[in-house]
């Protein structure tokens, strides 16, 4: 079963979201200047994405960092391929940051010369799947599915970003293409200042003790709950229904287990085993 094109069209093998994007808006991204100093950060949908474009927000901007501020997470780093805020990216200042769920071969063909950063985030692809299944209850671009149907749509790819498998093993496959960093949201999870330390190392941004202090401590789960630059609380409200629910939800890892059958883990399982056995990240 295709999804309706109220809510998702298909293009050059993968789906996209049909009231912010065209074939042709996607096409014109294949000549989109890339700088030097652009910092991307790719990822699967429900992988992370928010919070590390939090992260890399504190990171650079020092009024983000200590509060002075309020400039929300779509303008800091907004999106390659759904510009929602019709952002002029030619004028933006340099460092430019990106967020993207576009496949590899999609993005500009300047990133894919090595030129600029890209940080790509992974996150087990059942996590991933439910947080999918609670956000569409809260996004106008998503159609509300029950979950069995849901997961059947997302084990075929008939979803936004298409296959996370195809995703995955797509960008890390041509790796060699890019000026890339991979991580997980798992380790994200389990050693944050890690994490944050292996950011700022692979961007060449050096911060005091005290500054990769506060990054970490200001994106922690329940400090970005409630920091309204944060959790897209600013998102426009044709976008996304605020009385159900909030962007971000729980933040934790294995969720799935609260949702998923045994029948419905081992489904899962059967159609994905093989192929992530290929793939070198411990999820």
Known sequence: MEPPEKYLFKHKGVYFVSDMATPDSLDALE???????????????KSGTV?????LSLIYYEGHRNGTEET????????????????????????????????????PKGLRNGKGKVIYVLRNPKDALV????????????????FEVLMERFLAGKVGAGLWLDHVEGWFAHRDDFNILFLTYEEMKKDL????????????????EEEADEVVDKATFDKMRNDRRANYEHLESDL?????GHFLRKGVVGDWKN????AQ????????QKRMEKLPFKL
């Open 259 to 262: 949702i998923m059958t045994v």
């Open 31 to 45: 000549d989109f200047e890339i700088r030097d100093s652009d910092v991307f950060l790719v990822t699967y949908p």
């Open 131 to 146: 947080s999918c299944y609670h956000f569409s209850k809260f996004s106008h671009g998503m159609e509300e599915l029950e």
């Open 240 to 244: 996304v229904d605020h009385t159900k």
């Open 51 to 55: 919070w590390t474009q939090h992260i």
């Open 193 to 208: 200042r890690s994490s944050v330390l292996k950011i700022c190392s692979f961007l060449g941004k050096k911060l005091t």
């Open 72 to 107: 929300d997470l779509l303008d800091r780093m907004p999106w390659l391929e759904y510009n929602v805020r019709n952002v002029d990216w030619s004028k933006r200042e340099s460092p430019r940051l990106i967020a993207s769920h576009l496949p590899y071969y999609l993005v």
């Open 265 to 272: 883990n081992e489904r899962f399982n059967h159609v994905f």
